[in-house]
């Protein structure tokens, strides 16, 4: 069985994710295509700057320069701090709540309203 569309994205990262809303809004109907996989094994829609990119490593360097600043300029302010350390896997689990909350699946739930024209497709476009 074969189904056409208007348009069709393939790439959902912020370039394509974005093209294929604006496709929606106008009216058409479109099909976004993307293949990524985050490390869990599911699809996620972002592509790098989401899911490996922008926010998931502007999330870590805020975690990792808060560590620094504890250890290296809370003094100077005359703010003392004993037994700082990092818990990686908490450090982490922070990271992946605010992809997860930057995610298109959660944004487009919450507002970009008359995105609804728009099927998606977890494959790799040939
Ligand atoms: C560590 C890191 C940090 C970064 N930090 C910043 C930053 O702070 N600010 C900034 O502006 N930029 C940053 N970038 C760059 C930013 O991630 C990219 O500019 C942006 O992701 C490009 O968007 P895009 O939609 O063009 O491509 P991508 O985000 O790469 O998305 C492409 C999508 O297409 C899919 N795809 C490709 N081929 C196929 C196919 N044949 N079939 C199906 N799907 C396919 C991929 O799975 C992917 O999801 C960073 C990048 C990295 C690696």
């Not at 320069?65 to 504890?70: D, G, Q, T, V």
């Not at 709540?97 to 507002?111: L, M």
Request: proline letters at 2%; one cysteine or more.
């Amino acid at each position: 069985m074969s189904k056409s569309f208007d348009v069709v994205v393939i790439g959902a990262g912020p370039a394509g994710y974005i093209a294929a809303i604006r496709a929606t809004q106008l009216g058409l109907s479109v099909a976004c295509i993307d293949e990524w996989k985050n490390r869990d094994g599911k699809n996620a829609f972002g592509g790098t700057c989401l899911n490996a990119g922008c926010i998931p490593s502007k999330a870590l360097l805020e975690s990792s320069e808060l560590f620094h600043r504890a250890n290296h300029e809370f003094s100077k302010h005359g703010i003392s701090v004993s037994n700082v350390s990092v818990d990686i896997a908490k450090m982490q689990k922070r990271k992946a709540s605010i992809v997860r909350v930057a995610s298109p699946a959660c944004s487009r739930r919450q507002k970009w309203k008359g995105s609804s024209g728009m099927e998606n497709f977890w494959v790799t476009a040939k």
